[in-house]
């Protein structure tokens, strides 16, 4: 289920299969394949980067992103809310947009319930993946049903990694994926913390493309 990803850094991926090349918050890119789409799940730097979009995007590209950064965007653009439904590539990716905001006080201002801001859940390759974007474990995300989940455990601007274990416990996948550390906050002992404590749900420690700076 995970063979067709790749990580970048902090929350950036690559599912490339059956012909297609999605990322989702592409920051870093290791890789200049084409993508048939994208989808970006906040405003915020290390996940809506112009500069990484320029070199994937083509004039065939189709964007998912939230309002805010929808509008900093041209072509086919799709601007999402939580709740939104997603299609792309006649049928082929399909799935919804979901909440992702802080409820923890002292990270309340660093992703606002008001923004809008998404994770999103995809059916890829005839899995379902859940991609968290920036999020604590908020009420809306118990409903979630995912094969894969791919949580932020660094902690800071999001869930640490004993929440976002609470979290997948609450979800189940068959796959946990830690993200969002060794970068900008968190380290890797937090991808073992997470690991401990997300049993009895399996968790995979992906390697990134980028060396850990953290």
Sequence with gaps: MLEPFTW???SAFQYKADGATIYIDPWGLTVDDPADVVFITHAHSDHFSPEDLDRVVTPDTRIFAPQDVAKELSGNVTPVQPGD???ALDGAVAGGAV???NVVEER???HPK???WVGYVLELGGHTYYHAGDTDHVP???QVKADVTFVPIGGTYTMVASEAAELVKVIRPQIAVPMHFGFVVGSPADAETFRNEATPVQVRILEPTNPFER
């Design 140 to 142: 809306e995300l118990d």
């Design 108 to 110: 309340l201002e660093f």
């Design 8 to 10: 970048f850094r902090q």
């Design 99 to 101: 909440h992702a905001y």
């Design 114 to 116: 008001a923004n809008k």
């Design 85 to 87: 439904t997603v299609e």
